[in-house]
């Protein structure tokens, strides 16, 4: 499968010579990729904390009850399955929710999986 690295329009590309990370285009987004990649409840709670925040978050502003090598897996999830844009800005790996993607490709999907997650935290009381 051939990667692209998309960036989305309010993020700039990173500057020549920066790390950049493998992310499929738009095109290549898969459905049953972006289910399986939200089915977890640690992945789960990233991408609701990134759509809460409306811009890109570090990696380390997530309090993640996991290690740091099974957040990475996390992450890495997150952004081959086309759900997050990562990029590095110095040190910092910044992680954005690639929302126009999603919306493009699988209109209400995002915005209906964020309701039901957070009526089901209501209802578990963890809001």
Known sequence: ?????????????????????????REEIRLEAVLHALSDPVRLSVVRELAAAGSELTCSCFELPVTKSTSTHHFRVLRESGIVQQTYRGTAKMNGLRRDDLDALFPGLLDRVLEAAAGQAERLGEA
């Open 1 to 25: 499968m051939r990667r692209a690295t998309v960036t989305p329009a309010s993020t700039t590309a990173p500057a020549a010579g920066a790390r950049a990370l493998p992310h499929p285009a």
